[in-house]
Each structure stands twice: as C-alpha cells, then as structure tokens.
C-alpha cells in the first residue's frame, strides 16, 4: 500500500441502529488523514448518508441499486461495487455486515450479528421461510469472514462462538462499539422516589423481537404491581410482525388503561437523554447479541441496571448490575425486587457499570 491510503467502506446492508451508530461514531470521532488515510470512499443508502457530516476526506457513493429490492442490491454488490472500488482507486476494504457477497481482497469484514449463531434462538422460527433466511445468512457470514484478509468480532463472546461454526480464523481482532457522549450525562440520580407516592420507572430500550422478551418484562411489572410495588415500564424501540403483536396485546390485557406500562415506539439515539434521566432503573432482557449496543449505552449514562445473564452480557457488564434469566417472569421480577430495596447495591453497581463503560468510547474504537 502507499503512505496515503484510499479506504473504501461496503455500508450497503448497515441498516440497523447499531449499524447505523457505528458508522456515524466512528465517522464523527477523528480525523482519518492523521492515521495515513488519503480519502474514504463509502457506499451506503441515504438514510445513513444523512446522519454524516461532510468531511475533505470523506467521498459519499449512494447507488439506486441500494433502494431496491434485495437481489437488486446483491447484484449490485457481487458485480458493480467491485468494479467502482478499482475505479476510485481504494486499496482495501471494510466490509460493515459479514453477509457481504462482495469479493475483493485485501478486505476486513466485521461481524455484526449473532441469531444465525445460536441454535435456542433459531428454534424459535420453527419451519419457516425465516429459519431458511437465517440458515443462509450463516453460510454468507462464514464464507465472507473466512475468505476476507481480516475479521473484526465486537466481543470475545461473538469470537468464540462464531469461529465454532466458520472454523479457526487466523487474522482477527475483537474491537467493540463506541458510545455517544450523550449519553455520559444522561441519568439522574437523584429522581429515586423514595416516598413511593410516585412510581419507580423501569426503562427497556430495544426493538421488539422473539429474543428480546419484552413480554415477559410486562408480567414481571404486572406480578410486582399486584403485590403492591408501585412501578412503571417505559418501552423503547418499536417493532413489527407477530412478536410486537404478542407485546401489544399482553399490554393490553395486563393494563388495558395504559396507566403503568407506556410502549413510545421507536426513538432516535440522539433524542434518548430525557428518558434516562427521568428512569430510575434500567432494564435489559435479551436472549441474543453479538454486541449489545443499548447495554453500554445505559452503563455510561450511571443508571442502575438489571441484565439478562445469556450470550455476552456478563463479559460486558461483568459486576456492574443484577441478572436474570430473561425467559423467566419469576426471574426478572425477583431481580427487580432485589434491586429495589437494596440502595446500597443500586449505587455500587451504577458505579462500577459506569467506570467499565469508559472503555467503550467511538475514539478507541
């Protein structure tokens, strides 16, 4: 490579938040000319172009194969994406999503997602046309991550997990996400309610999905008020299909008046502040990540946290909160009681969770 490299970035399938975040924290956090880097060459859909500022460095590509249908997409990206690299001259390639079919060398493909991954969670599509879709996207990921220069897992969790399915990959680095520094501020710490007129408000922030378990967070609150907790649920993040069906309609049937348990769709990262600072506790109750994005967010913000005990959390959060199975309502409830009656826990935990987050900045990453 010469001393002034051209990087070309494939975003074309970074559509999620997290995909999303990672670009923009990454993009916004230095300036590549001080590390060599001549100019970047990006690819993505406008949505993700919008969220950049301009830059001298930064070349925008935003091809209308990218607005349409799927196999428009991947053609686009098996065929002609090769073919723009070489013409802007880009001397190696990161690959933002592993189900890339893009081939050209040298290039790092970054892992990003873990359903294919884990066989409980696959079991809960059954026979179906998003078992397949699943199956395949494994395929695409193993091949990508193991035919690419480099791989970059986002923890050690994904890495070993992942590598039991593609096989040993000799060239890779584990390098987790960022977090916004809006998020640094962002709880308050002094709205506890302690003269219990006013409800404790427990803050989930997460797209509705079967191994999110938002359901059973709801009966968890259900039990608790029943028994004379006075408490409240903030959802965060929307969704669609049957598994935000389900949510709804246990919402409506638990609390048809929506006086405790308030759904606000989904929330933009940016506009998330006001939320944890009025939450007292922070609740995270997925089965399935490959890095979990919302998790860090909220360690960083000092707010005291309950936390599923499956996948990476426990290499993420590690002594800075309280865990529970996420797949038991007895579980999750008595994690919550725990939490609220012990003050001291609360605060350690808040501080430790707050200092292991540190770590996580767009800077390092």
Same mark, same amino acid.
Request: glycine share 6%; proline share 5%.
């Given at each position: 490579?010469?001393?002034?490299?051209?990087?070309?970035?494939?975003?074309?399938?970074?559509?999620?938040?997290?995909?999303?975040?990672?670009?923009?924290?990454?993009?916004?956090?230095?300036?590549?000319?001080?590390?060599?880097?001549?100019?970047?060459?990006?690819?993505?859909?406008? !949505?993700?172009?919008?969220?950049?500022? +301009?830059?001298?460095?930064?070349?925008?590509?935003?091809?209308?194969?990218?607005?349409?249908? /799927?196999?428009?997409?991947?053609?686009?990206?098996?065929?002609?994406?090769?073919?723009?690299?070489?013409? $802007?001259? #880009?001397?190696?390639?990161?690959?933002?999503?592993?189900?890339?079919?893009?081939?050209?060398?040298?290039?790092?493909?970054?892992?990003?997602?873990?359903?294919?991954?884990?066989?409980?969670?696959?079991?809960?599509?059954?026979?179906?046309?998003?078992?397949?879709?699943? !199956?395949?996207?494994?395929?695409?990921?193993?091949?990508?991550?193991?035919?690419?220069?480099?791989?970059?897992?986002?923890?050690?969790?994904?890495?070993?997990?992942?590598?039991?399915?593609?096989?040993?990959?000799?060239?890779?680095?584990?390098?987790? &996400?960022?977090?916004?520094?809006?998020?640094?501020?962002?709880?308050?710490?002094?709205?506890?309610?302690? $003269?219990?007129?006013?409800?404790? !408000?427990?803050?989930?922030?997460? $797209?509705?999905?079967?191994?999110? &378990?938002?359901?059973?967070?709801?009966?968890?609150?259900?039990?608790?008020?029943?028994?004379?907790?006075?408490?409240?649920?903030?959802?965060?993040?929307?969704?669609?299909?049957?598994?935000?069906?389900?949510?709804?309609?246990?919402?409506?049937?638990?609390?048809?008046?929506?006086?405790?348990?308030?759904?606000?769709?989904?929330?933009?990262?940016?506009?998330?502040?006001?939320?944890?600072?009025?939450?007292?506790?922070?609740?995270?109750?997925?089965? #399935?990540?490959?890095?979990?994005?919302?998790? /860090? !967010?909220?360690?960083?913000?000092?707010?005291?946290?309950?936390?599923?005990?499956?996948?990476?959390?426990?290499?993420?959060?590690?002594?800075?909160?309280?865990?529970? +199975?996420?797949?038991?309502?007895?579980?999750?409830?008595?994690?919550?009681?725990?939490?609220?009656?012990?003050?001291?826990?609360?605060?350690?935990?808040?501080?430790?969770?707050?200092?292991?987050?540190?770590?996580?900045?767009?800077?390092?990453?």
């Amino acid at each position: 490579m010469s001393g002034k490299v051209i990087v070309g970035v494939d975003a074309s399938r970074s559509r999620s938040g997290g995909g999303i975040a990672h670009i923009k924290g990454i993009f916004s956090s230095f300036d590549p000319r001080e590390l060599g880097i001549k100019k970047v060459h990006l690819w993505a859909f406008k !949505e993700l172009h919008k969220e950049l500022e +301009d830059a001298p460095w930064l070349v925008r590509h935003c091809p209308r194969a990218l607005s349409k249908g /799927i196999f428009w997409q991947l053609l686009w990206q098996r065929y002609t994406l090769p073919k723009e690299i070489k013409k $802007n001259n #880009c001397e190696i390639i990161l690959n933002t999503d592993a189900s890339s079919i893009l081939r050209f060398n040298p290039s790092i493909t970054m892992s990003r997602d873990m359903l294919s991954y884990e066989p409980g969670e696959m079991k809960r599509y059954g026979l179906s046309k998003s078992r397949l879709r699943l !199956e395949l996207i494994k395929i695409l990921q193993n091949r990508s991550l193991v035919k690419s220069s480099a791989a970059l897992f986002l923890t050690e969790y994904a890495s070993r997990v992942i590598q039991k399915s593609s096989g040993k990959i000799q060239n890779f680095k584990i390098i987790p &996400h960022g977090v916004g520094k809006n998020f640094k501020s962002a709880h308050n710490p002094s709205n506890w309610p302690f $003269n219990k007129e006013k409800p404790i !408000e427990i803050l989930y922030v997460s $797209n509705v999905a079967w191994y999110k &378990h938002q359901w059973n967070v709801v009966d968890a609150i259900y039990n608790l008020r029943n028994h004379g907790h006075n408490i409240s649920l903030r959802l965060i993040g929307g969704g669609k299909g049957k598994p935000y069906k389900i949510l709804k309609d246990k919402i409506d049937i638990v609390d048809p008046a929506g006086e405790y348990i308030f759904d606000e769709g989904f929330i933009s990262n940016d506009n998330l502040g006001p939320f944890f600072k009025k939450a007292n506790i922070f609740i995270f109750a997925s089965s #399935c990540e490959n890095m979990p994005n919302t998790l /860090i !967010e909220a360690m960083s913000t000092g707010i005291p946290i309950l936390c599923s005990d499956r996948g990476p959390m426990p290499e993420v959060l590690k002594d800075g909160g309280l865990y529970f +199975d996420p797949e038991s309502v007895h579980s999750i409830e008595n994690s919550i009681k725990i939490i609220i009656n012990d003050e001291n826990l609360r605060n350690k935990t808040a501080i430790i969770s707050k200092k292991l987050s540190e770590k996580y900045s767009w800077e390092r990453c």
